[in-house]
Structure formats: structure tokens, C-alpha cells
């Protein structure tokens, strides 16, 4: 752990048992005092507000014009489990976590807790300012300017952009099945008559989302 830890993030732990703890999935833990398991889940609480905490921290500074409402969506685009679980795979936690799991066991948020548990332990062994600076640039070389521009509800913007150029959008479902307890749609969408895309998901929202994906491509916008 110690080498990992230098590995890593170049610096020498001061507590080894913190990190020992946030990679101790509660399947391998044993009770303590109070009956609370020495698992990473009371360090992975922490660690998600220090993380939410140091993102919030980096997008102020980094865009002082942008408003409160847009800084939370920049935000949310970061501090998710898909972006962590991938940020935790990059790092090598899947490797590291110490757990008990049958191996039918589907966990998949593992490695994404396991992550904000490392936060944590990080805060408490260094303190705020090294930990925001570790992860800060943690995050950039994972690309978060790219996370944080990247669009993910089309229809919405679909819808934005059809308004501010006054024309008309449309979602019209060319197929629905509904059997056995499975669905599935088949969605199409046309600005101002013409079609632009089509979508088929299991999920009327999820086939509206892959349309207005391929109609903002049609329009010759970026993903």
C-alpha cells in the first residue's frame, strides 16, 4: 500500500491503516467497537463530501462568470459513479479492494466507493489543501475539462436550440412493443419536417435520447 500510495500520487502515507481501511469492502470486514464494521463505508461518506467539495472548489475558481445552475450540472458530470468507477479502474482499485464476493455477485459502484474512500483517508492523513491539489490534478489528466462540456441529455438541448431558432421538433414513436414484461421503442425526430434520427432502446426516454443524439450530429454539432 505504502508504494502504491508513492506510486500514485508521489507522497508517503502518515497512516497506512486509513487507506488499508478504504480499500476493505464491507463483504471482508469484521465488527468493531459500537458494532460498526472496519469497513471503507464511514471513509467513503467522507470522502464523497471532500470530493464533491474539492470539484465545486476547482469549477468556482476555474469559471468565475458561469452561474450557480450551471456549475452544478459541470458538477454532477464529475462527481458520479460512472466517472468514478472509471477514474478507479484507471488507478488500479479493482486490484486492491479487499472483499468477499460470490462470484455471481454484481457490485458494480465497488470500485467507485472504494475511490471516494481513498478521498477520505487522504483527507484525514494530509489534510484539505494537499488532497484538493492531489486530486485536481488526478482529474485533469483524466480529462475533466472534457467531462464537464460533455452533453448528456441532447433532447434538452435539442429543444434549446430549436426554440432559439424557431422551429419545430418532434418525437414521434414509429414502433412499441410491449411483451412478456419487455419493451422496447423505435423513435424518430424531425426538425421542421424532416427527420434527423432515430432511436431504439428499451426505454421510451433512453430511444428519445439516442434520436436527438443523432439529429444534433445531423445538425453538425459535436458530440
Known sequence: MDAYIGQQFNYRPKNISLYETALRHSSAAKRIKGGIKNSNERLEYLGDAVLDMIVADYLFEKYPYKPEGELTKMKAKVVNRKTLNALGKELGLSKLIHKKLNKLEKHQSIIGNALEAL?????????????KKLIVELLVAGGIEVNVHRITDYKSVLHEWCQKQKKSLTFEVIT???????????????????VLGSGEAKSKKAAEQMAAKKAWISLGFSE
Open 176 to 194: 412499441e412493443i410491449q411483451a412478456a414484461g419487455n419493451s422496447a421503442y423505435d423513435i424518430e425526430v424531425s426538425v421542421d419536417g424532416a
Open 119 to 131: 478521498v477520505g483517508a487522504m483527507y484525514l492523513d494530509v489534510g484539505y489543501k494537499r488532497t
